[in-house]
């Protein structure tokens, strides 16, 4: 499950604490993704308890222009248990092809 910043998943957990001045390392994929140029596939459960979805859209609107992108949100999904889901396995197939198919 991705996210854009570690602040956006802390905060999740303990709103009134400065973890911008906590954090050492923010883990700052909203910056990183920036200098991206392979495709991007995001999937997450929109009742993730652990990784608010709200990052995971900023992280796809943090994508390049001109990189190909896609989102695939389930709609039950957890953090965890995306596997579980047939569009998840459908999804595996069809991005990696014959890799998944051999397995």
Known sequence: ????????????????L???LLLRYPFRNDKAIKRVTCPVYILHGRS??????ESALKL????????HREMLTFKKGHHSDLPRFPRYQRFLVRVLGNEVQGA
């Open 48 to 53: 993730d308890a652990t990784v608010p979805y």
């Open 18 to 20: 400065p973890y911008r």
């Open 1 to 16: 499950t991705p996210f854009a910043n570690l602040y956006d998943v802390a905060t999740n957990y303990l709103p009134i």
């Open 60 to 67: 796809y609107a943090a994508v390049p222009s001109g990189v």
